[in-house]
T-cell receptor
Framework: QKEVEQDPGPLSVPEGAIVSLNCTYS??????FMWYRQYSRKGPELLMY????GNKEDGRFTAQVDKSSKYISLFIRDSQPSDSATYLC????????????FGAGTRLAVHP | DGGITQSPKYLFRKEGQNVTLSCEQN?????MYWYRQDPGQGLRLIYY???????QKGDIAEGYSVSREKKESFPLTVTSAQKNPTAFYLC???????????????FGSGTQLSVL
């Protein structure tokens, strides 16, 4: 079993839809949770960064962490064609020297 | 502008050839990382370095080598021992702190390596 599971998709939605992307994980010690957005043949860019449980909102994006269920989500409201990309979740233990563990990435297509 | 620069963007390798991918950062980050990305498999860690002149194997180090002679530079060599080198290679870096916080990881724009 992988430490981090993420449905690879592809996920296809119409413009304006609410998108829900999810990851589950097995290590209850993970404390930091991230979402990266990666356009085709580009490097991933950090989208959301949260510590421990709870919600974080940034514009159209909301990240949720449920540590009791070992489940994290990224919601995209009013999705746009420019949101079409692969979204990678990542997580790590507390402490600056720990490596990040990545999900496989979910490919999202938002069509006009 | 501060950032991570990877070169070349595209690279082709012939049978039995070693090739080197360049990664330079001007963010004054302590740690640097090399990841390999294959379709549908996410990012797999090849090597990482937390300090100059020291580096550690990641999950898939076989067939690869690195050096860290300068803080700014972390080149990756794909050797002829790597039998399936075709992939998208990503370099990343971040600051390291000794407290319980966790600094963010930043990526370069990647190098696509293909076999001729």
């Amino acid at each position: 079993q992988k430490e981090v599971e993420q449905d690879p998709g592809p996920l296809s939605v119409p413009e304006g839809a609410i998108v829900s992307l999810n990851c589950t994980y097995s290590n209850s010690a993970f404390q930091y949770f991230m979402w990266y957005r990666q356009y085709s043949r580009k490097g991933p860019e950090l989208l959301m960064y949260t510590y421990s449980s709870g919600n974080k909102e940034d514009g159209r994006f909301t990240a949720q962490v449920d540590k009791s269920s070992k489940y994290i989500s990224l919601f995209i409201r009013d999705s746009q064609p420019s949101d079409s990309a692969t979204y990678l979740c990542a997580m790590t233990l507390s402490g600056g020297y720990n490596k990040l563990i990545f999900g496989a990435g979910t490919r999202l297509a938002v069509h006009p | 502008d501060g950032g991570i620069t990877q070169s070349p963007k595209y690279l082709f390798r012939k049978e039995g050839q070693n090739v080197t991918l360049s990664c330079e950062q001007n963010l004054n980050h302590d740690a640097m990382y090399w990841y390999r990305q294959d379709p549908g498999q996410g990012l797999r860690l090849i090597y990482y370095s937390q300090i100059v002149n020291d580096f550690q194997k990641g999950d898939i180090a076989e067939g690869y080598s690195v050096s860290r002679e300068k803080k700014e530079s972390f080149p990756l060599t794909v050797t002829s021992a790597q039998k399936n080198p075709t992939a998208f290679y990503l370099c990343a870096s971040r600051r390291l702190v000794q407290d319980s916080s966790n600094e963010k990881l930043f990526f370069g724009s990647g190098t696509q390596l293909s076999v001729l």
